[in-house]
């Protein structure tokens, strides 16, 4: 049973516009959660976190929204580059040990 | 470094075989974690160490796979008797303790991909 599920294998959209990546989580025990980036051939890097006192968290052009009664949260890139085409990972925690991962979405910026 | 470092980058085993995975966390990152992860899907928890306890060890998927970081820094996974489905990227992984450090979140290595044959 996949605790964490990005329902969306793939997502294309054009460069300047906005990219929302989706998550959902079963486990209502989990308490903090993240978004990572991969490209291929590399380790996923850390692009933000949100903890579940907060429904809202922004870095620049990432902002991730939780919504805890749905069990929901999403990742908003504004404006999207060409450069953010990876595979992004949505990943939650139960206290300060693991973290369990969804199968990514891969994400393509078109110029 | 500045990165976590794995080595080797690949490694071709064959059925059998034992193999020893390299991790060198960042220095300062105390928590450091083993996730394997085959394609097309997210990484899976292996184990997890604070300094040189073995916290959790609850996906280590058997006995043949052996984890240890004897003075709280360099980790070793060991895999016993390689089969065909241990072929996978193993990522290692370091973090800062606490959850309230600005920025907490995982640093990963680059992975090594075994390959068994």
């Known amino acids: 049973d996949q605790q964490v599920k990005q329902n969306s294998p793939s997502l294309s959209v054009q460069e300047g516009r906005i990219s929302i990546l989706n998550c959902d989580y079963t486990?209502?025990?989990?308490?903090?959660f993240l978004w990572y980036k991969k490209y291929p051939a590399e380790g996923p890097t850390f692009l933000i976190s949100?903890?579940?006192?907060?429904d809202k968290n922004e870095d620049g052009r990432f902002t991730v929204f939780l919504n805890k009664s749905a069990k929901h949260l999403s990742l908003h890139i504004v404006p999207s580059q060409p450069g953010d085409s990876a595979v992004y990972f949505c990943a939650a925690s139960e206290g300060a040990g693991k973290s369990t991962f969804g199968d990514g979405t891969t994400l393509t910026v078109k110029p | 470094g500045a990165g976590v470092s794995q080595s080797p980058r690949y490694k071709v085993a064959k059925r059998g075989q034992d193999v020893a995975l390299r991790c060198d966390p960042i220095?300062?990152?105390?928590?450091l974690f083993w996730y394997q992860q085959a394609l097309g899907q997210g990484p899976e928890f292996l184990t997890y160490?604070?300094?040189?306890?073995?916290?959790?060890k609850s996906g280590l998927p058997s006995d043949r796979f052996f984890a240890e970081r004897p003075e709280g820094s360099v980790s070793t996974l060991k895999i016993q008797r390689t089969q065909q489905e241990d072929s996978a990227v193993y990522l290692c992984a370091s973090s800062y303790p606490s959850r309230d450090t600005p920025g907490y979140g995982y640093t990963f290595g680059s992975g090594t991909r075994l390959t068994v044959v």
């Open positions: 160490f604070q300094n040189e306890a073995q916290l959790d």
């Open positions: 486990n209502s025990m989990f308490d903090y």
């Open positions: 220095s300062g990152h105390v928590s």
């Open positions: 949100i903890s579940s006192i907060k």
